[in-house]
């Protein structure tokens, strides 16, 4: 059915997140069943929140999930690697506690989140043709999905992400400097090549790819050819609905043509146009659904402020991320409970050293200052 697929898009994102940046893992399935009576419990106070046992039992399935469906784990290989990971989860628990009660310190933040949680709901119900929050309630029962749930896990991380934008990434962003930004493009010149892009999709839905591909050298060549009119091509041709409207044009939410840093896109892509001038033709470039004919409409590698900004903030953020959570748990009342407390307490005292180290390493820095002056 349709519907699982689109709305797991967004629990699907939430989970890989928590794969790919290592904020995992609850306690292993052994620990679970080895206190089968325990139906929940306090595992740590984080100022006035609580974390409870049942939030760490769903983490752990929700990290097994990714575990066996996305890494290709064995059930007994994903219990190992949770359990390694029982801090971790733990501390990302904690630090997802923070930020949502930072988040709701912040002038309409929560308001805001609550608007884009309500806009993916829509947008799911929208795309699978449901017309009241009741049918899609029911939709999602019938999956084995429960509304409020999604609804929370989306709130959250919603959450996590607005405070640290607006906490961290933006005060990067904003605060970059003039010439910072200059530097920083003049010794990395080319990172900033960039192209607006149009394109022509074949589907290989129902055709060999042996099909699809000769069809789509034709029209490559085609499209070369003197005089050629690559929109009108796209729109005789292309079965990419979206880009079919534009003639082919690849664009940004304003409708804009969307310029495109060389540097992200995939290599597949990015070897294809790198000769390219501005009207080149692509060959047939090989995609997941299809194969696409990509057309270069405008090649620029000037100064763009904004391109700048934010590849600046992208390499600066994580470990921006990190102190700023950091400081968060410094600043916070946090106490394990008993039973957590073998697993919690390393934690805040590794913060501990690192905020001490960290102290020691700025006043050390001033002092040579102090000299120099």
């Known amino acids: 059915m349709h519907f699982k697929n689109n709305f797991s898009r967004a629990r699907a994102f939430f989970l890989a997140a928590f794969a790919l940046t290592l904020f995992a893992v609850a306690p292993a399935r052994a620990q679970e069943e080895s206190a089968p009576t325990v139906l929940d419990e306090p595992v740590v106070q984080v100022n006035n929140d609580v974390i409870m046992l049942s ?17 290709g784990m064995t059930p007994e290989q994903a219990d190992t690697e949770i359990a390694k990971k029982q ?9 997802e506690s923070l930020l949502v009660q930072k988040g ?3 002038p309409r933040m929560t308001e805001d989140v609550e608007a884009e949680v309500n806009r993916e709901v829509l947008r799911v119900a ?18 084995g999905l429960n509304l409020s749930d999604v609804q929370e896990t989306l709130r959250r991380q919603y959450m996590r992400q607005a405070v640290l934008q607006h906490e961290v990434d933006s005060k990067i962003y904003f605060g970059l400097t003039d010439k910072e ?31 699809v591909k000769s069809h789509a050298d034709q029209l490559a060549a085609q499209a070369r050819a003197t005089g050629a ?14 880009t079919k409207k534009t003639g082919g044009l690849l664009t940004g939410d304003d409708g804009k043509a969307r310029w495109f840093l060389v540097s992200d896109l995939s290599p597949a892509i990015a070897d294809a146009i790198k000769d390219l001038k501005p009207g080149g033709i692509s060959g047939p470039v090989k995609a997941d659904e299809g194969y696409m004919i990509l057309r270069v409409n405008e090649r620029d590698d000037a100064f763009k402020e904004n391109f700048v900004r934010g590849m600046i903030t992208s ?22 409970a008993d039973n ?12 501990k050293a690192e905020t001490a180290s960290k102290q020691s390493a700025n006043a050390d820095e001033k002092k040579d200052k102090n000299k120099k002056q």
């Open 55 to 71: 939030q760490l039992k769903r983490e752990n399935a929700d990290f097994r999930e990714v575990l066996t469906k996305q890494r």
């Open 87 to 95: 801090s971790e989860i733990i501390l990302n628990l904690v630090n």
């Open 104 to 106: 709701k310190d912040i």
């Open 126 to 143: 929208q795309q699978s043709n449901i017309k009241s929050i009741e049918e899609l309630r029911e939709a999602m029962k019938q999956e």
């Open 181 to 211: 930004l200059h530097d920083y493009y003049n010794a990395h010149r080319d990172k900033f090549a960039s192209v607006t892009l149009s394109e022509l999709f074949l589907s290989l839905a129902g055709r060999s790819e042996a099909e």
């Open 229 to 242: 009119d690559f929109g009108a091509l796209v729109e005789k041709n292309s079965e990419n609905d979206q």
């Open 315 to 336: 390499e600066q953020s994580d470990k921006a991320h990190d102190d700023f959570l950091r400081t968060l748990r410094q600043e916070a009342y946090i106490k394990p």
């Open 340 to 351: 957590y407390k073998q697993v919690v307490q390393p934690m805040l005292d590794k913060d």
